[in-house]
């Protein structure tokens, strides 16, 4: 009798300690996708703060390039509905999506500058030039960043066992990365 009830304590106790190491799996692993989930919050809210930036920056470049060229109203117009986009959209997708509008809005501003030298050598338009350079660069540095980061949290809660984990908890893959535009895959003609 007593070798019997040993048996059963000792059952019950690899039962209890399994269901202890399974429990404590869900916990470190639902805390880990929890911190690796907010990593991608602050590294989308970093994105978004450099967009904004440019965003920023824009009214004072169209004005600048304005003054020159008064009959492109096209390229200002597109610029406008663009920037309109960004400011207006609320989710990282729609914001990736507006953000590719006004980067090929912007480049054929850019473009256009090339048909009037005068405005090359105007001192606000190169300091604006130079500031959006700047937004640029800090833009691809926030972009590399944060697909980074949602590609180790995609990467993590896909893992085995993490994925049952995730499950569980809800946590489901995030797939708002931030991609070349179509028309970034054309280089742009140069003519003298």
Same mark, same amino acid.
């Given at each position: 009798?007593?070798?019997?009830?040993?048996?059963?304590?000792?059952?019950?106790?690899?039962?209890?300690?399994?269901?202890?190491?399974?429990?404590?799996?869900?916990?470190?692993?639902?805390?880990?996708?929890?911190?690796?989930?907010?990593?991608?919050? $602050?590294?989308?809210?970093?994105?978004?703060?450099?967009?904004?930036?440019?965003?920023?920056?824009?009214?004072?470049?169209?004005?600048?390039?304005?003054?020159?060229?008064?009959?492109?109203? +096209?390229?200002?117009?597109?610029?406008?509905?663009?920037?309109?986009?960004?400011?207006?959209?609320?989710?990282?997708?729609?914001?990736?999506?507006?953000?590719?509008?006004?980067?090929?809005?912007?480049?054929?501003?850019?473009?256009? +500058? $090339?048909?009037?030298?005068?405005?090359?050598?105007?001192?606000?338009?190169?300091?604006?030039?130079?500031?959006?350079?700047?937004?640029?660069?800090?833009?691809?540095?926030?972009?590399?960043?944060?697909? $980074?980061?949602?590609?180790?949290?995609?990467?993590?809660?896909?893992?085995?066992?993490?994925?049952?984990?995730?499950?569980?908890?809800?946590?489901?893959?995030?797939?708002?990365?931030?991609?070349?535009?179509?028309?970034?895959?054309?280089?742009?003609?140069?003519?003298?």
């Amino acid at each position: 009798m007593k070798k019997g009830l040993w048996v059963a304590v000792g059952f019950l106790v690899v039962i209890a300690l399994a269901g202890l190491l399974v429990f404590g799996s869900y916990i470190s692993a639902k805390n880990q996708m929890v911190a690796k989930q907010e990593a991608v919050h $602050e590294s989308w809210s970093q994105v978004d703060i450099v967009l904004q930036r440019r965003a920023d920056l824009i009214p004072n470049l169209v004005a600048t390039v304005k003054g020159y060229a008064k009959h492109e109203e +096209t390229v200002f117009g597109d610029i406008a509905n663009a920037r309109a986009g960004l400011l207006n959209a609320r989710d990282p997708q729609s914001k990736i999506q507006a953000n590719g509008q006004l980067d090929s809005a912007l480049g054929r501003l850019l473009m256009l +500058t $090339e048909n009037y030298p005068d405005l090359k050598s105007n001192q606000n338009f190169l300091a604006l030039q130079d500031q959006l350079e700047g937004s640029e660069n800090r833009i691809a540095v926030e972009r590399r960043r944060y697909n $980074e980061t949602l590609r180790d949290y995609n990467t993590f809660i896909r893992q085995f066992p993490n994925s049952i984990w995730a499950n569980m908890a809800g946590f489901q893959p995030n797939n708002a990365y931030f991609e070349a535009s179509p028309g970034s895959r054309n280089a742009p003609q140069v003519k003298f």
